[in-house]
């Protein structure tokens, strides 16, 4: 079969054509082999992926098999793909219809293979401020659904911090589907600093919808303003919540295709 894979800010997905894939395949497995860093391809999800007309379907799995709704890089590598090979100019319109929507993509820029994307991603749902009850401390947490399950812990920003504390919230039994967290720091008013953990995968560079919920979290409770630069390890996306939801921007690169013995 082919495999495409791609990234945006190093959080990188294996990009698979739903008609390359034999009716019976177990699609939990194939995942976790394909992702695999050191005996597959390598990446933090599997998009499963049939074309519309105006973009296209996807599926995500994430690199231990388990299922997500959504992801926001993911939605901008398959715009990616879709855009390239249908060579759409600048300005163009990309629809990726996922399982918490579809989300509409503005072409922004085209830079070699790095193509800019503004992704429209709905509003964030049911945001509250908690305290969550860990083994060793209480912590204060905002909690919301931007098209999948977030969690936002502001303060402190440690790599101790994010598998002692963000590893355990990301399988908390008050999360019963499992949660991506973040830990954000609001370094100035237009400006969030996040590390992340991401469901199903563990600690990765980048995350769209984790950038979301981080600007949500620190625009609700943390004094930033409505449009936020949120850095992560592996790059900064920009995030503007306006009255008609969130919007999304950043880039994504087609690395390679190959071809994967099935």
């Known amino acids: 079969m082919r495999i495409v894979k ?19 395949v177990d699609r939990a497995a194939l995942t976790r082999d394909l992702c695999e860093r050191h005996r597959g ?14 973009g296209a379907v996807m599926d995500l799995l994430n690199a231990d098999g388990s299922y997500s709704e959504v992801s926001g890089n993911g939605v901008r590598c398959l715009a990616a793909l879709v855009a390239g090979e249908r060579e759409l100019p600048v300005g163009a319109i990309v629809i990726i219809e996922t399982d918490a929507g579809a989300k509409v993509l503005e072409l922004l820029d085209v830079h070699g293979r790095r193509l800019t994307f503004r992704a429209a991603m709905g509003q964030p749902e049911d945001v509250a401020r908690r305290v969550i009850a860990l083994e060793s401390e209480r912590v204060e947490a905002i909690t ?23 590893g355990r919230l990301a399988v908390h039994p008050s ?16 400006r969030v600093r996040i590390l992340i953990w991401e469901r199903g995968v563990g600690p990765t560079e980048a995350s769209g919808t984790g950038a979301c919920a981080a600007a949500v979290a620190a625009i609700a409770y943390g004094g930033a303003v409505r449009d936020v630069q949120v850095v992560s390890p592996g790059g900064t996306q920009r995030v503007e919540w306006r009255d008609d939801g969130l919007y999304l921007t950043g880039s994504a690169e087609v690395l390679f295709d190959c071809s994967w013995p099935y």
């Open 175 to 190: 999360f019963p589907a499992g949660t991506n967290v973040e830990l954000a720091a609001v370094e100035a008013a237009d």
């Open 41 to 54: 391809i390598g990446a933090d999800g599997v998009i499963v992926h049939r074309p519309t007309e105006s």
């Open 144 to 166: 919301m659904r931007v098209g999948n399950p977030q969690c936002v812990v502001l303060g402190d920003l440690s790599n101790e911090r994010l598998h002692n504390v963000a």
């Open 6 to 24: 791609a990234h945006a800010y190093g959080n990188d997905f294996l990009l698979v054509n739903a008609g390359d894939l034999p009716r019976d």
